[in-house]
């Protein structure tokens, strides 16, 4: 009680709180301590599934065997950071893996389970053309002629193994409050925050720094995957 009547007071002195992610943090603290008193915390041993899982290599696999050979394939739970300096490729390695993926997710997650590419980073209607031309493997010429012959959703739609299995979400200066109420309505298999650094963000514990700013959210990124079963990059 005491931490909600000093977030609302702070916020009525006309500090820079986002209040209803504060509140929406203090609900989950509350509803996990509640759950404590009456509910068993300890974990189910599926050791059995855990194993059938390592030996069918089942999962989200990459479209880089690089990565394949290297990492096990991805699973609700995991979350993954991608990180490189500007200009770099990271967009184009995320269209190309994201088209990839794509076909794997009803198998893995179940139907009307989408890859959701949050962008906060330029318009999101210019990743449409990159998400195009990753999984029909042209170029803009290329494009350019299958939509004059009326053909390229319906190649783009059977390539990903269904038009909407990728989505597109803008999230500029939005904050986890709202980015989390986009993911209940979307419930996505895969969550691509592109980029995590720039969501709008109420430092925590006196972080100043930007090392632990992005450390807090990057544990925020975190929580979501393993508390929706999701994969989270």
Known sequence: AADTLAAVAAYNDGEDIDLPARMAELKSEFE????????????????????????????????????????????????ILFAARPDRGKGTFIVSEATHWATQIEAEFGPDRPIVLMVNEGPGKRVWPRLFSAALGVGDDELIHLSNAGVLRQKYATAIGGFDNIRIVEIHGQGPSTIEKTIRRLNPSILVLDMLANVRWEARNGATRTDQIVEQQAQWARDIAVNRDIVVM
């Open 32 to 79: 996990s301590f509640a759950r404590a008193d009456v509910n068993d915390p300890s974990l189910p041993c599926n050791i059995e599934e855990l194993l059938a899982e390592a030996e069918d290599d089942s999962g989200i696999h990459f479209r880089l065997n690089s990565l394949n050979r290297s990492m096990r394939p991805m699973r609700g739970g995991d979350a």
